[in-house]
């Protein structure tokens, strides 16, 4: 008789209110228990004290508004919806990581991106939206092509071919002796134009 009380003990019945397994010797007992106190959520299917079912649903799966947008979803997405989609949360741009609205982020970048910076291996102004591109590809080896290029340009233009190339100080040589000629034909006409008598000082006027 013994065993058979403890096999009957150990049999389970499911609680049509709480859908739960109770021992079938304590179901009656449980089930007016439940049925008075518990309620079952209609939303997640929890079993909920009556006495707090509505503060459940108002914490847990009311609507709610997001604090930088308005817009109304359940409470359980909000967290996903401000970290990952709102368009008023706040993200940085890639070129400049200046905080902005999402919303006006491809805007912003599109104009960022054209800026352009000095590239200090081949000393090129590269734009921001293809500056890690060039980086993976730049050696710098151009910087010395573009300088030896530079150099060229900058270079006097060649004489054309035999002409005569004049040293200075033949250029000098050649001013002096002409001042020496013209000294020496002034001295000359001066002495044929105006003749002095013998005996006569010389005087300055």
Do not use: W
Not at 99 to 121: F, I, K, S, Y
Not at 162 to 169: F, L, M
């Amino acid at each position: 008789m013994a065993g058979g009380s403890d096999d009957q003990t150990k049999v389970n019945t499911m609680c049509s209110h709480c859908e739960r397994e109770i021992p079938s010797s304590s179901i009656d007992l449980h089930y007016a228990h439940c049925s008075r106190n518990l309620e079952k959520c209609k939303v997640c299917g929890d079993m909920i004290p009556r006495k707090s079912a509505e503060e459940h649903y108002l914490s847990t799966h009311a609507p709610v508004s997001c604090s930088l947008c308005s817009e109304t979803m359940d409470r359980k997405i909000l967290d996903v919806h401000k970290g990952e989609y709102c368009p008023q949360r706040i993200v940085t741009c890639e070129y400049c990581e200046f905080p902005l609205p999402a919303v006006d982020l491809v805007e912003h970048q599109e104009v960022c991106g054209n800026r352009t910076e000095l590239c200090h291996l081949c000393h090129k102004y590269i734009r921001l939206r293809e500056r890690h591109s060039h980086e993976s590809k730049c050696s710098g080896l151009n910087n010395i092509k573009d300088i030896a290029e530079s150099s060229r340009d900058i270079r006097p233009p060649e004489r054309e071919r035999g002409a005569p190339r004049r040293q200075p100080r033949e250029r000098s040589s050649n001013r002096l002796v002409l001042s020496f000629a013209i000294a020496g034909i002034a001295v000359l006409l001066g002495s044929l134009l105006f003749p002095r008598k013998a005996g006569q000082p010389f005087h300055i006027n």
